[in-house]
Nanobody, 118 residues
Framework: QLQASGGGLVQAGGSLRLSCAAS????????MGWYRQVPGKERELVAS???????NYVASVKGRFTIFMDNAKSTVYLEMNSLKPEDTAVYYC??????????????WGQGTQVTVSS
């Protein structure tokens, strides 16, 4: 249901934009977020945004990352600037979706690798 893209290899100080598009008979979207995970560590919430368009960020990315959404395209983006080697991780998108007349549930994208070289 979710297709993430935009990861890649970038030098420190560079930028990347991740995108995550939802597909299917979506009735409503209630909350979107980006997580990241490195081997041996738990998945970390990086940024989230609610239907009220209030973004939240983990302290380590504040001022560098921006989360925004395009409701018409059922897509959430993560604009990442001033990237650091410690931002290297697999990034996952997540959305709380209601499909058709079903209940709202959490859906995950497939993950996209972001590698920042020093």
């Amino acid at each position: 249901q979710l297709q993430a893209s935009g990861g890649g290899l970038v030098q420190a100080g560079g930028s990347l934009r991740l995108s995550c598009a939802a597909s299917g008979s979506i009735s409503s979207i209630n909350g979107m977020g980006w997580y990241r995970q490195v081997p041996g560590k738990e998945r970390e919430l990086v940024a989230s945004i609610t239907s009220g368009l209030v973004p939240n960020y983990v302290a380590s990315v504040k001022g560098r990352f921006t989360i925004f959404m395009d409701n018409a395209k059922s897509t959430v983006y993560l604009e990442m600037n001033s990237l650091k080697p410690e931002d290297t991780a697999v990034y996952y998108c997540a959305m709380n979706l209601r499909i058709g007349f079903g209940p709202t549930a959490r859906y995950w994208g497939q993950g996209t690798q972001v590698t920042v070289s020093s």
